[in-house]
T-cell receptor
Framework: EAQVTQNPRYLITVTGKKLTVTCSQNMNHEYMSWYRQDPGLGLRQIYYSMNVEVTDKGDVPEGYKVSRKEKRNFPLILESPSPNQTSLYFC???????????????FGPGTRLTVL | AQSVTQLGSHVSVSEGALVLLRCNYSSSVPPYLFWYVQYPNQGLQLLLKYTTGATLVKGINGFEAEFKKSETSFHLTKPSAHMSDAAEYFCAVSERAGNQFYFGTGTSLTVIP
């Protein structure tokens, strides 16, 4: 089954304790992205990657890191989480063509993170 | 950067009534346009998209949207609401030469029996 998986689905942590949220897709998609969803703000793009070893900042990258060492995986790293990073996080992937981002994004189930 | 405006964070309709969810974008060059739906405790799934060609786009579950360049709009409609349509709806755009997606703030649709 074609899918995007995220782990963990729920996480409660404390300020300053490094954490990683994993994301994996089995559709051989070039484009992968992380979003955070907050009430009243919709989805905001944190980082995106157009292919292996190619990553770039989205609209809200502060406090986050990513890496893309393999095509299927795109982990999100919070080196020193703070309470304002409490949010619902989504990973998504999409096949990218030379014509731009006109293909459907496939979303993971989400990771609900609480930072105390 | 693009901005996407969804008018009305909450919309309530009666079952069987018309659904109209509004979306406007800011780009002077028509972007690619998408509507996604999010059911409770789930990820987003694509309802429909506009890339080129016919400006009236049909999607899943009886939804459709019309791209109006002069109004920079991409409003979502469904002739007759069903209880199962209750969800959050997001309009999104990507620029034709860009690498980012931009989402609106979402509209929560309630369907009243």
């Amino acid at each position: 089954e074609a899918q995007v998986t995220q782990n963990p689905r729920y996480l409660i942590t404390v300020t300053g304790k490094k954490l990683t949220v994993t994301c994996s897709q089995n559709m051989n998609h070039e484009y992968m992205s992380w979003y955070r969803q907050d009430p009243g703000l919709g989805l905001r793009q944190i980082y995106y990657s157009m292919n292996v070893e190619v990553t770039d900042k989205g609209d809200v990258p502060e406090g986050y890191k990513v890496s893309r060492k393999e095509k299927r995986n795109f982990p999100l790293i919070l080196e020193s989480p703070s309470p304002n990073q409490t949010s619902l996080y989504f990973c998504a992937s999409s096949p990218r063509t030379s014509g731009g981002l006109y293909n459907e994004q496939f979303f993971g189930p989400g990771t609900r993170l609480t930072v105390l | 950067a693009q901005s996407v405006t969804q008018l009305g964070s909450h919309v309530s309709v009666s079952e069987g009534a018309l659904v109209l969810l509004r979306c406007n974008y800011s780009s002077s060059v028509p972007p690619y346009l998408f509507w996604y739906v999010q059911y409770p405790n789930q990820g987003l799934q694509l309802l429909l998209k506009y890339t080129t060609g016919a400006t009236l786009v049909k999607g899943i579950n009886g939804f459709e949207a019309e791209f109006k360049k002069s109004e920079t709009s991409f409003h979502l409609t469904k002739p007759s609401a069903h209880m199962s349509d209750a969800a959050e709806y997001f309009c999104a755009v990507s620029e034709r030469a860009g690498n980012q997606f931009y989402f609106g703030t979402g509209t929560s649709l309630t369907v009243i029996p």
